[in-house]
Every structure is written in structure tokens, then in C-alpha cells.
């Protein structure tokens, strides 16, 4: 696999190995030998050149990277086993308790302390949710700090980054990437776990801004069982204190203020409405006014009623509006069934986005006498991939790459011209921003791509036939006539 990459890949993989070759080195050399972390290590950047496409958002290329070690991890495990945890300083008393910690906990305060991964970087690697992550990391500090007298914090100083070996150019020579099966993936690109995190037994507490970890209340006031005599009942000043009633009382004062809003927000609204006089509509004057309602799912935008227009003058005179047309008290608008006058407030959906479309570039590509090219595929607006390749005999395509299967000469006298194609089958989704469309937009199409290549005309040998060898008289081996 590595001899027929391009030089463009082979630099790639070799940008990512220098970027983070030591710290997924580490990763794996925790549960791996070295010998099978360096191999382990080769098809992670094999498969991160292979799989690149899988990719959607920059942002997660590290946990990305991670993922595919941790597969990588596990295909070696089942062939020779995980061993316990192994790092640099065995002798340190913080790599005993790492080692003491369990599988789950060890691995998420490994990544979060010493590797520096978010909790929402740890949960993509899992597929999990970042409060649970949050979870276990903190237990596993709680449980490192209970076993020795050092914190989390101190793991990069006595438990340094290992660094690969720098035979690794020999590894990749014999590694290979994972492949495209479906169970191997999942629906987001990532590498799919054959081991999910486990459920935290607890949540993790909310902190505000400016409040202690450890607040002075005394342990009957934060989880007892009503039933449960506390420990210091004895003590009449603990007997006295009002601590217990402090949740209650802040929701009944909660209570009390929107009770409170409310009221005053209906005073107000009353006040503002004006004095309407009391009038009887004839039954066959009266008009009800229907108003469409939108679902709340999709969003509207109101469009303020534009001018009446105004009739123009007909030299006629107008009839005298009477008193139940035109009154001192009647309101503007048309009036509905409950009897209040509509705003003629028009809403309109908003439209659906635009739907994505694809361009190759280059649309043709003439290889010479190279059998071996690339392509990029634009997708805009939105976001997509490719699902499907296929492509004329003799040429095999690998990602955003292909190979033509051709000699590069063939005996004759003049050389001779191939042609292909290759046909790409995308599919992309454009999604509303909320404010000028709602909504999304998936669409799906083919693009081609025409190859072309040269063969160089192979003559043979030169073969003389007059009296002397340099007088030019002969012929080619392979072209007689040439």
C-alpha cells in the first residue's frame, strides 16, 4: 500500500506524523509493545491519508486521529491481547494509581490530562455525551487523589509524552488502513468503538462563577435522608438554622414574581387598550375574518400591511357613510368573530435554501505519459461527500486519486493515445440559516471526469544492413519501415 502512494500522500502522512506521531504513539504504547504501538501507530496515518474524505470539520481532526488509533488499538488486542497499562516511569507512585484506576477511567483522564483533549474531543472519540465524560474524568481525579497525595495536575511532569521510534518509515511500508466496511464506521465519520464508555454513577455538580468547591454547609444539609438523625443534632445552634428552608423559600419567591409580572403586565395591556362604544352589526353586515396560523417548526416573517389605495375621482358624488360605517368608536381593520379588528398582518413561510451543486476540477485530465493523477470535488452551498466511483476498464480509483493501468510503451513505430472516464456520484445537503431560509436541501447528482494517456512507441534495436555500421543503412527491430 505505501509504494503506490504519490509523493503528495507519502508528504501528507508525513506532516501528520511529525504533528502527532508522538502523542498517539504514547496513546498506544500504553496497552501496546512497542513493536506492535509502531505498526498500530503506521495504519493510523495510513488510514488518516486513506479516510481523509470522512473528515467533515477541521476541528475534529485530532479526535478523529484518536479514534483511529483506538481502532487501530483494538485490532492489535485481538490478535495478541491488551496488556496493563504500561508508561515511561513504572516506578513513579502516580503510574501504580493510574494502573489501580479502571479501564474507563484511566483512559478519559489519560486523554484529558496528559494528551490536553477536551471533553467534547473524548466524547466524539466515543460517541458519548460530554456531561458523561465530564463525569468520569472527575471521579477519576477523585480516586488518583484518594490513592496518592498528588493531583491530576502532576501526570505530564512524572508521566512525559513517549516519543516514536524513529523507525517508523519501515512500518508503514508493511501497515495497512482500515477498510470501508459499513460496520467500521460511523454515521459522523468516525471510526466505530467496539468498547462504549460506561454510564458515570453520578452527575457532575454545576459551579457558578466566584462559588467554592467545597461550600461550608454541614453534610445533613446537602443529601440526607429525611429519616436519617443528623450528627450534630445535638448542637441548638445547627437546630436553629434556617439553611433547611432555603430552597423553598427561593421558590416561593419565584412564585410571588411572575405572579407579580404577570398582573402588571395585564394592567398594563388593559390600559393601553382604547374605549370601545357599544354598538349592534346587523347579522348580514358582518364579516369573519379567518387568520392562518403557521406551525411553530418553520419560521415566518411578519410583513406590515401596505397603504389602501386610493379610488380616483369619478365626478360622482359618494354615498354619506352612516353611523354603523363610520362611527367616533369604531376601530380600523376588519372585524373577526370575537369582535376585535385584525391588524391585516400578512405572514409569508420562509423558502426552502438553495439547492448544492458540484464541480470537478479539472474536468479533463491529459497524463502524458504519467499513469497517475488526482482531482478535487467542490461542493457549494452546503456540505457533501462522495458515495459512489466507477470508472472505465484499466483504471482503478483510490479517494481522490486513480491509476491507469496501461504499459507505458508498446513496440511499433509511432506512439499511441488511451482515453477514459471516470464517473463520481455525489450527494450534498444545504441547510437554512433561520433569517432567509428554513429548512434543508439534499440533492444528489454525477460528475465525469475524461482521462487521458500516452504510450511511447518502443522501435526494439537498431539493425544495419549495408557494408559499413555507421552509413545508416538498417532498420528498427520493431519498425521495419522506420
Known sequence: MWHSLSDDARQAIEDLRRRHGDRLYDYLR????????????????????VHVKRVLDDEHLRAWLYGLARAHRASAASRS??????????????????AG?????????????????????IALIFDAGAVQVEALVDEAREHLAAATSHDAGSLPDELPIVTAPDTLADSLAMAEPLGEEQA?????????????????????????????????FRAWEQA?????????????????????????????????????GVLLIGMAWSGLQPTRRAHTTPPTAQTITLIATVPPSEPAVE?????????????????????????????????????????????????????????????????????????????????????STSASDGIVV????????????RPGCSPSNGAGTIMLTWRATNTGDG??????????????IRVSWTVVADKGTWMPTGRYVNDGQGHWSNCPNG
Open 30 to 49: 500504553t496497552t501496546l509493545d512497542p513493536g506492535e504501538a509502531e505498526l498500530a501507530l503506521a495504519g493510523t496515518l495510513m488510514s488518516a491519508c
Open 81 to 98: 491481547g491488551l496488556r496493563p497499562y504500561l508508561f515511561a516511569n513504572l516506578e513513579s507512585p502516580l503510574s501504580e494509581a493510574m
Open 101 to 121: 484506576l479502571s479501564p474507563a477511567h484511566r483512559e478519559v483522564l489519560d486523554l484529558a490530562v496528559r494528551h490536553g483533549l477536551s471533553h467534547v474531543e
Open 184 to 216: 467500521l464506521w460511523r454515521a459522523d465519520g468516525f471510526p466505530a468503538q467496539p468498547t462504549p464508555l460506561p454510564d458515570a454513577p453520578r452527575t457532575p455538580g454545576i459551579r457558578f462563577p466566584g462559588m467554592a468547591k467545597n461550600p461550608p
Open 224 to 260: 440526607e435522608e429525611f429519616w436519617q438523625r443528623r450528627p450534630d443534632e445535638s448542637d441548638p445552634e445547627a437546630r436553629l438554622s434556617l439553611r433547611p428552608l432555603v430552597p423553598a423559600l427561593r421558590v416561593f419567591s419565584l412564585i410571588v414574581a411572575v405572579v407579580t
Open 303 to 387: 410583513e406590515p400591511p401596505g397603504p389602501a389605495p386610493t379610488p380616483a375621482p369619478t365626478g360622482r358624488a359618494t354615498a354619506k357613510p352612516s353611523r354603523d360605517q363610520a362611527g367616533p368608536g369604531k376601530p380600523s381593520g376588519t372585524p373577526t368573530a370575537t369582535g376585535r379588528a385584525t391588524s391585516g398582518v400578512r405572514i409569508r413561510r420562509l423558502p426552502e435554501p438553495a439547492a448544492p451543486s458540484a464541480r470537478v476540477s479539472p474536468a479533463g485530465i491529459s497524463l502524458g505519459q504519467l499513469r497517475t493523477g488526482s482531482f478535487t470535488l467542490k461542493i457549494s452551498p452546503g456540505r457533501g461527500r462522495v458515495v
Open 398 to 409: 483510490d479517494g481522490t486519486r486513480f491509476t491507469v493501468a496501461a504499459p507505458l510503451s
Open 435 to 448: 433569517r432567509t431560509s428554513a429548512g434543508a436541501t439534499t440533492t444528489s447528482g454525477t460528475v465525469t
